[in-house]
């Protein structure tokens, strides 16, 4: 696609519900990001793949995050037993990365835990 | 480990003014330098990148950045602003070789007065 797809684009769910959310990245692009952006805060990365390595995974806030990445494409992050703090914009990102490096942000999934 | 401050969380400018915020990094080599903007509701652009080479960047929509090795510094300038520069700004260091993962500072609110 022409640019990096995240699906749903807004999510509310119940407090202990699981939820996934999915980004299709640039297609050719080898590394693919995840970070979480809450209400008047930064960035903050949550995992990171590149090509076949084993993914980056230092950022999850708990083991109630876990990602993957299939195919080396599409990504599906899943939070479970979701947790009201757990409210926040998710952004994916991918990148070819090399001399010419430079993330592409997907417009964010939006979840709302109630 | 890396990280980046920027200092203001609000900068208010009138429409016309000229513009600078500030950015500073901490990073032991030679880093990868990233302003990206995002408008509300959307995705994050870049708007201009370092890696080496000559130390003033220019990028998009009139914005330039200046790279300070002796103050950690990466700031962003613009001598106009105009009413559609009302965004979020974020700084962004990477590191230079290797796998890398762009780490990102808080945000700075640019806030424009007709």
């Known amino acids: 696609g022409a640019g990096v797809s995240q699906s749903p684009s807004n999510k509310v769910t119940e407090k202990g519900k699981d939820v996934e959310l999915r980004c299709d990245p640039i297609?050719?692009?080898?590394?693919l990001y995840w970070y979480r952006q809450s209400l008047g805060q930064g960035l903050e990365f949550l995992i990171y793949f590149q090509g076949n390595s084993a993914p980056d995974k230092s950022g999850l806030p708990s083991d109630r995050f876990s990602a993957e990445r299939t195919g080396g494409s599409v990504s599906t992050l899943t939070i479970q037993r979701t947790q009201q703090e757990d409210s926040a914009v998710y952004l994916c990102?991918?990148?070819?990365?090399?001399?010419?490096?430079?993330?592409?942000f997907g417009q964010g999934t939006r979840l709302t835990v109630v | 480990a890396q990280s980046v401050t920027q200092p203001d969380i609000h900068i208010t400018v009138s429409e016309g003014a000229s513009l600078e915020l500030r950015c500073n990094y901490s990073y032991g080599a030679t880093p990868y330098l990233f302003w990206y903007v995002q408008s509300p509701g959307q995705g994050l652009q870049l708007l201009l990148k370092?890696?080496?080479?000559?130390?003033l960047v220019q990028g998009i929509k009139g914005f330039e950045a200046e790279f300070k090795r002796s103050q950690s510094s990466f700031n962003l300038r613009k001598p106009s602003v105009h009413w559609s520069d009302a965004a979020e700004y974020f700084c962004a260091v990477g590191s230079s070789g290797g796998s890398y993962i762009p780490t990102f500072g808080r945000g700075t609110s640019l806030i424009v007065h007709p």
């Open positions: 370092y890696f080496s080479g000559d130390t």
């Open positions: 990102a991918s990148d070819k990365q090399g001399t010419s490096t430079e993330a592409f």
């Open positions: 297609s050719g692009h080898t590394a």
